[in-house]
Structure formats: C-alpha cells, structure tokens
T-cell receptor
C-alpha cells in the first residue's frame, strides 16, 4: 500500500488569490490523481498528474485554473488559481501503484473555503 | 457515458441492524469495483472486487460483485454507531495502464443507538 499526505489540511482564502496544495506519497506510484469533492456530490476527477510532463485534465477543468506539477514519482502539487467561492471544496490526491491490485490510495484531503 | 449509481442515497438504522448497500454501474472496460467509507474527508478503502461471485469479508463488512448484472452490494451486520458514514462505491474503468475512477454519489448511513 501507499501512504499519502497532503498539505495544508485546510485553508480559508480570499477571492482572487491562489492556493497550492502539496501531495506526498511514501513510495513510488505509477499514477497520481487530483480529485475534488463538493458538498453533496461524488468525487470528481480534476486531472492526472504525469511525471515529467503536462497533466491530463478532465472535461471542465483547465490548466490555467488548476496548474499541476509532478516533478518526481512521489510528489505533486495542485494550484487553485484566482479562487472564487465556487472553488470551496475538498481536494484529494490519490496514487495508484504499479501492482497487480492497481488500487488507488487517497490522501486525507484539503478542505478549502473561499470567502 | 460511464456511470455508477448507488442506492439508497441515505439510510437510518438502529444499532444491531443489518444493512445492504447497493452499487450498479455502466462503464467501458471495467477493471475493478471499490468500496470506500468516508467519515470526514478522504474515503477509507474497504474492498476491491474484480471477480464475480467471490465474497470479500472484513469483520462485520462483506461485499460481492456480479459482473453479469453489473452491480455490487456491501453488507454490514450488527451495525454500530461507528459505522455511520458515507459509503462510496467507485468503479475503475479504462484501458491501458491508467485507470479512471468513477464514483457514485454515496450512501449516507446513520446508525442510531
């Protein structure tokens, strides 16, 4: 299994500012993903963080709004740019190991509130 | 379009009851079905199912997958207040080495003392 940590665990931000969320995995994982969960909704995949190349974004999410980095196999960042109250959500990082089980392991999440 | 549907959306039971949570899916290139328990933030992994008819069991929780009928159930016996949570079902689908997770909306379980 993989243990995933995220920082910060929560933050309250002002409209128009940006926040960078860090995700650290304790072992090398093949894939890393960023999810968002808004109240009353299921987890939504934002993008796949690709090591050494640009992230792959899902429909409705763009790089200018959610720039992602993944400089190595155990670390990734997600930036929420020019925030608005609609960005208030829990942001989760997950990692998928290159094993037969291919289970995704989730980080504890970052609860973001935009005022 | 890939989708995962959970039912019921919410459920209130009393301690000691047995509950069954349902998850049906329609996806392309099914890989696995996962159950998670979400209490506050991130969901906690419960089970991963890939083969039909093989029950996975952990304490009072058990789950089984039917790939013909495209559904899974999660059973919880002798429920306790600590079982109160949102139970998420997710299906991993897609080809190649990258799996995409499609989550259901979850079943909110409330266990009353």
């Amino acid at each position: 299994s993989a243990v995933i940590s995220q920082k910060p665990s929560r933050d309250i931000c002002q409209r128009g500012t940006s926040l960078t969320i860090q995700c650290q995995v304790d072992s090398q994982v093949t894939m890393m993903f960023w999810y968002r969960q808004q109240p009353g909704q299921s987890l939504t995949l934002i993008a796949t963080a690709n090591q050494g190349s640009e992230a792959t974004y899902e429909s409705g999410f763009v790089i200018d709004k959610f720039p992602i980095s993944r400089p190595n196999l155990t670390f990734s960042t997600l930036t929420v740019s020019n925030m608005s109250p609609e960005d208030s959500s829990i942001y989760l990082c997950s990692g998928q190991t290159a094993t037969l089980t291919d289970t995704q392991y989730f980080g504890p999440g970052t609860r973001l509130t935009v005022l | 379009e890939d989708k995962v549907v959970q039912s019921p959306l919410s459920l209130v039971v009393h301690e000691g009851d047995t509950v069954t949570l349902n998850c049906s899916y329609e996806v392309t290139n099914f890989r696995s079905l996962l159950w998670y328990k979400q209490e506050k933030k991130a969901p906690t992994f419960l089970f991963m199912l890939t083969s039909s008819g093989i029950e996975k069991k952990s304490g009072r929780l058990s789950s089984i997958l039917d790939k013909k009928e495209l559904f899974s159930i999660l059973n919880i016996t002798a429920t306790q207040t600590g079982d109160s949570a949102v139970y998420l079902c997710a299906v991993e689908a897609g080809g190649g080495s990258q799996g995409n997770l499609i989550f259901g909306k979850g079943t909110k379980l409330s266990v009353k003392p």
